[in-house]
């Protein structure tokens, strides 16, 4: 008797749960047919195209057609009351008939502007004329030095020639001669 029981209270459940489902689709039309529809940059078909969504909230809708300007349109589906909690459980699990939520949104789509081929080659022309007439361009800058101690040159290995005095010592540097290259650099031999 107690499997009997068991049987039919698994039998009952499993009915429950393969019966209730809600079916949430779009319906996409536009006045241009066959424009090809994209939502949240996922193709989903031509117009008039139906696709499934999953949850309740923001969705972008582009639709492309040649000739047409494409549009992108933000698409706000809201959440009806059996979606909000217990009753979405209810409704997903429990209720044993399908529901069926269908949005349908329409959209209408403009012809692109054509560009005529004078007007282009004209405003080609204006600019580069435009171009021609500016200024001269001005020298660049120099690069911006970044102040902190000057470095310290290499001291001679010479013995016979005294080491250069130390930045902040006191002493006092000779002028260099006009022959000679100032101390610390060395003069550069050949082509």
Same mark, same amino acid.
């Given at each position: 008797?107690?499997?009997?029981?068991?049987?039919?209270?698994?039998?009952?459940?499993?009915?429950?749960?393969?019966?209730?489902?809600?079916?949430?689709?779009?319906?996409?039309?536009?006045?241009?047919?066959?424009?090809?529809?994209?939502?949240?940059?996922?193709?989903?078909?031509?117009?008039?195209? $139906?696709?499934?969504?999953?949850?309740?909230?923001?969705?972008?809708?582009?639709?492309? +057609?040649?000739?047409?300007?494409?549009?992108?349109?933000?698409?706000?589906?809201?959440?009806?009351?059996?979606?909000?909690?217990?009753?979405?459980?209810?409704?997903?699990?429990?209720?044993?008939?399908?529901?069926?939520?269908?949005?349908?949104?329409?959209?209408?789509? $403009?012809?692109?502007?054509?560009?005529?081929?004078?007007?282009?080659?004209?405003?080609?022309?204006?600019?580069?004329?435009?171009? +021609?007439?500016?200024?001269?361009?001005?020298?660049?800058?120099?690069?911006?030095?970044?102040?902190?101690?000057?470095?310290?040159?290499?001291?001679?290995?010479?013995?016979?020639?005294?080491?250069?005095?130390?930045?902040?010592?006191?002493?006092?540097?000779?002028?260099?001669?006009?022959?000679?290259?100032?101390?610390?650099?060395?003069?550069?031999?050949?082509?």
């Amino acid at each position: 008797m107690a499997t009997g029981r068991t049987f039919r209270a698994v039998a009952v459940l499993g009915v429950l749960a393969s019966a209730g489902c809600v079916d949430r689709r779009f319906i996409i039309e536009s006045n241009v047919p066959n424009a090809q529809v994209y939502v949240d940059d996922r193709p989903v078909g031509a117009a008039p195209s $139906h696709s499934s969504f999953e949850y309740y909230g923001n969705y972008t809708v582009t639709l492309v +057609q040649p000739g047409y300007e494409t549009l992108t349109k933000r698409v706000h589906v809201r959440a009806p009351w059996y979606a909000y909690p217990p009753f979405d459980l209810l409704a997903e699990v429990v209720w044993p008939f399908h529901i069926h939520d269908v949005r349908r949104y329409y959209f209408e789509m $403009h012809e692109a502007t054509k560009t005529r081929t004078d007007d282009l080659l004209n405003s080609a022309e204006a600019l580069r004329l435009r171009g +021609q007439n500016l200024p001269s361009p001005e020298r660049p800058a120099l690069p911006k030095v970044k102040p902190g101690p000057a470095p310290v040159p290499a001291q001679p290995t010479d013995p016979n020639v005294p080491p250069f005095p130390q930045p902040g010592s006191g002493a006092i540097l000779p002028p260099p001669r006009a022959d000679e290259p100032p101390p610390g650099i060395v003069p550069k031999v050949g082509p």
